[in-house]
């Protein structure tokens, strides 16, 4: 593991947060949190075309 630092927006952070919590807790802990926020980062990794997409249309 290693430790990075990023800025996002709150609202952001606080969905990511959410999301971390779902899959922790709604799995009573058998997906730790580090694993959670790992998917859920290589999810979006794999979309990143996608996402490019979406941001050039929005920017």
């Known amino acids: 593991m290693t430790r990075r630092t990023y ?4 609202a952001a952070a606080d ?12 799995s009573h802990g058998r997906i730790s949190k580090n694993a959670a926020l790992d998917a859920i980062i290589r999810a979006g990794v794999e979309q990143v075309d996608v996402i490019e997409q979406r941001l050039r249309r929005e920017g």
């Not at 800025?7 to 709150?10: D, F, H, Q, R």
């Not at 969905?15 to 709604?26: E, F, P, Q």
């Open 15 to 26: 969905a990511l947060a959410a999301a971390v919590d779902r899959l922790h807790y709604g």
């Open 7 to 10: 800025y996002y927006s709150t």
